[in-house]
């Protein structure tokens, strides 16, 4: 008789502004998960990210129902309103620590983009990050790769920690760019269905 094995769970955790969030993001989603054999991904848009301004065009709770529609169809990814809940900076460290209490047993991989990447030794309580999470950089734009594999071993000499560096399909594209298009009118390819009815529907990114 075979005895049953407790996997365990293999969780990944997507965050940013997704302002507005675009076939790239969900891409990145779909490959992380391909790569890494993630069980699920968290998918959680920042209230007030550290790191980078919000365009305040678009409030907290529209990019999260655009996120929302933008994943909806994604069966393995949850969008959750962790960090539009809590008040102030939107910490990933703080993310994870409340993660970490809902899920106990899972293993973490937190996704990131290459430019988060390639600065995250500058978060904030980077080595409570580390100690909970393999820290996994999405590569999006050709020819990356490189850079991102020679920081991924800085890292790993600096504060003894493995990381992960995933080659995307490459899209071409920013949601800074997308901005600039809806605002110009341009219907865009880049951005799904449901997504771009919200924001036409909203009257967002138009000025």
């Not at 995933?166 to 899209?171: A, G, I, K, L, S």
């Amino acid at each position: 008789m075979s005895m049953s094995v407790n996997k365990t769970e293999k969780i990944g955790i997507y965050g940013g502004s997704f302002d507005p969030p675009h076939f790239g993001h969900v891409i990145a989603v779909k490959e992380a998960r391909r790569s890494l054999g993630l069980d699920r991904v968290l998918v959680i848009p920042a209230a007030i990210p550290p790191h980078k301004r919000i365009s305040g065009r678009a409030t907290a709770e529209q990019r999260f129902e655009m996120t929302r529609l933008a994943f909806e169809n994604v069966k393995f990814a949850e969008v959750r309103d962790d960090e539009l809940r809590r008040e102030g900076p939107s910490y990933t460290a703080d993310t994870v620590a409340e993660l970490r209490e809902e899920f106990p047993d899972a293993r973490f991989y937190l996704l990131t983009g290459a430019d988060m990447f390639m600065t995250i030794q500058n978060w904030w309580n980077v080595e409570e990050i580390f100690a909970s999470c393999t820290v996994v950089a999405l590569s999006r734009e050709a020819g990356q790769t490189d850079e991102l594999r020679e920081h991924a071993v800085w890292l790993g000499h600096r504060y003894a920690v493995s990381t992960e560096v995933v080659e995307n399909p490459v899209v071409e594209i920013s949601s800074t760019e997308l901005r600039g298009l809806i605002a110009k009118g341009q219907q865009s390819k880049f951005l799904p269905e449901k997504v771009a009815q919200y924001i036409a529907r909203e009257g967002l990114y138009l000025d």
